[in-house]
T-cell receptor
Framework: ETGVTQSPTHLIKTRGQQVTLRCSSQ?????VSWYQQALGQGPQFIFQ???????GRGNFPPRFSGLQFPNYSSELNVNALELDDSALYLC???????????????FGQGTRLTVV | SQQGEEDPQALSIQEGENATMNCSYK?????LQWYRQNSGRGLVHLILIRSNEREKHSGRLRVTLDTSKKSSSLLITASRAADTASYFC????????????FGKGTMLLVSP
């Protein structure tokens, strides 16, 4: 158990809809990163939130957006869903800044999103 | 884009045997982390090795890092059926923010 929780665990949406996925970070961690994992692939970095601001972004379009709250939990929002958005969405919690370097990232169990 | 490439893509062994997985990467790194994933669920952190370290142990796991060859290996000794999973290496970079770049993974099957 990493202490990182994601909800929901499974979700089915229709193409064109919007979806919100949630992540609670591990106690003591201040950073949440989101990853998309397509079937048979490794996770791909979507973006990272640190101190409630987007701190870095991978190669994903603007319809992928996020939020981080004062308690360091986070949301991933995807608008105008496409069939190719079907994937496992993982959030990772870590401690960044404050002199912390080379720290482990701990992952939640993921949300399996299916777009039909 | 995927920086790390694991080799082999799939590995099948018997319980009690050792399993070795390799990872190669392309750019300079701060650290390299290995993860395990069971049945498409969350990633379990196994071990982190820093760029200035060459070898690290954790229980039945041994990780090596060769930054001159941009490669790492994960050795699981005395494997068990419960070790059956996909294993990913992830390189950690720090370019203003830290992120992990994953390979496609090695699928390990340990038969009783």
């Amino acid at each position: 158990e990493t202490g990182v929780t994601q909800s929901p665990t499974h979700l089915i949406k229709t193409r064109g809809q919007q979806v919100t996925l949630r992540c609670s970070s591990q106690s003591g961690h201040n950073t949440v990163s989101w990853y998309q994992q397509a079937l048979g692939q490794g996770p791909q970095f979507i973006f990272q939130y640190y101190r409630e601001e987007e701190n870095g972004r991978g190669n994903f379009p603007p319809r992928f957006s996020g939020l981080q709250f004062p308690n360091y939990s986070s949301e991933l929002n995807v608008n105008a869903l496409e069939l190719d958005d079907s994937a496992l969405y993982l959030c990772a919690s870590s401690l960044e800044g404050q002199g912390a370097r080379n720290t482990e990232a701990f992952f939640g169990q993921g949300t399996r999103l299916t777009v039909v | 884009s995927q920086q790390g490439e694991e080799d082999p893509q799939a590995l099948s062994i018997q319980e009690g045997e050792n399993a070795t997985m390799n990872c190669s990467y392309k750019t300079s790194i701060n650290n390299l982390q290995w993860y395990r994933q069971n049945s498409g669920r969350g990633l379990v952190h196994l071990i982190l090795i820093r760029s200035n370290e060459r070898e690290k142990h954790s229980g039945r796991l041994r990780v090596t890092l060769d930054t001159s060859k941009k490669s790492s290996s994960l050795l699981i000794t005395a494997s068990r059926a419960a070790d059956t999973a996909s294993y990913f290496c992830a390189t950690g970079q720090n370019s203003g923010y830290s992120t992990l770049t994953f390979g496609k993974g090695t699928m390990l099957l340990v038969s009783p």
